[in-house]
């Protein structure tokens, strides 16, 4: 056999065990099963009763707010209170060193006793000088001259006296006591140092419970509030009429419910809001002065809506839109207008369906038209 005819033969035979190694293994991917769809969890649809609300974004303030100053100057000799900790209003929190002060109160009480002794030589002089000259037996100028001293006498007194108040006052403030109760910061100074008026606040006082939320509201929302919180009645009344509540940072809602308690009679001119206030009971000191939360006036008539949870909300390009799973377990991307959030739901205006089976979980792992399995979320989850 030539060469030419040997390479014909072996490229023949190569091409013949290609073509059977290639039926071979479609054979064998024939075999394989199909692989399943993949899995995502699916929530339905539902309708709520939900009342008509507006968001606002508010700050926390505590109802009594007091920082406490030195009234006088003096060393600090004693601090009675652990920071952070409940004090009641009269409790005694700071002692200053007293000795300068009781000395002072000592001094006056000893310059009052010395003044008053004067006073009564001058009114026995005033008798005597004004039975002489009712009997002619002293000229009037002198009873005159007795007169005048007595009145210096009881003018002094009278100084003497303040400046005893003014001691005793003095003394009084070497003692702070908390003027109102609530809970008690840090301590700005520690024991030995010197303090007076011009020092820095020694600590402040906040008070707990009940507390208070403000926010502001512009005059386009508050038409609105009372468009949508009540069909009639002045906008302060649709107002004070609403339920208030609070979302914490973590998305959750405060349980007490709160009450308008104040709307401000005029406009701040350089935002066009007006300042509105809420209480709230804080048994539980879960709101602190000065946190920042989220305010949420509800009112007018519950009315059932479509809710569906927040986090099966997408958004691209074009706006929102969710991904149902429809009969033929297919995906399907459904363009929605949303409404109020409540809680961890969104009410939905347009575009889905009570019934629908909304993708919560495993958005990524899937595209329109692919076929997928449902898994119902876990009630709870």
Known sequence: MTGCAYRSAAAVLLLISTIAVSRSAV??????????????????????????SISFTGRVQA?????????????????????????KEGDLLF????????????????????AEAGLALTNI????????????AAPQNQLDLAIAKQSEAKGSLTQLNAALDKAKLDLGYTEIRAPIAGRIGRSAYSVGNFIGPSSNVLATIVSQDPIYASFSVSQREILAIRDKLASEG?????????????????????PEPGKVNFVDVTV????????????????????????????????????????????????????????????ENKIEVRRIEPGQT????????????????????????????????????????
């Not at 002692?95 to 010395?114: F, L, P, T, W």
């Open 95 to 114: 002692v200053m060193e007293k000795g300068q002060y009781e000395a002072a109160v000592v001094q006056a009480q000893g310059a009052i006793e010395s």
């Open 268 to 327: 701040d001119q350089g935002t066009d809001t007006v300042p509105v206030r809420a209480t709230f009971p804080n048994p539980k000191r879960l709101l602190i002065d000065g946190q920042l939360v989220t305010v949420i006036v509800e009112g007018g008539t519950a009315e059932k809506s479509l809710v569906v949870p927040q986090a099966a909300i997408q958004i691209d390009q074009s706006g929102p839109f969710a991904l149902v799973v429809n009969s």
């Open 63 to 87: 109802v009594d707010k007091v920082e406490l100053r030195a009234r006088i100057d003096g060393f600090l000799e004693k601090r009675l209170f652990t920071e952070g900790q409940d004090v």
């Open 27 to 52: 054979a064998q991917e024939g075999d394989k099963p199909a692989a399943a769809p993949p899995s995502v969890t699916v929530t339905t649809a539902i309708e709520k009763d939900i009342r008509p």
């Open 342 to 381: 409540v809680g961890s739901d969104l009410s939905v205006l347009k575009g889905l369906a009570v019934g629908d089976k909304i993708v919560t979980e495993g958005i990524q792992r899937v595209r329109p038209g692919q076929v997928v399995e449902p898994l119902e979320a876990k009630s709870g989850s």
């Open 234 to 254: 002045t906008l302060g009344s649709a107002v004070n009429a609403a339920v208030v509540y609070v979302e914490l940072a973590d998305g959750k809602r405060y």
């Open 125 to 136: 002089e005033v008798e005597r000088q004004t039975t002489l000259v009712a009997k002619s």
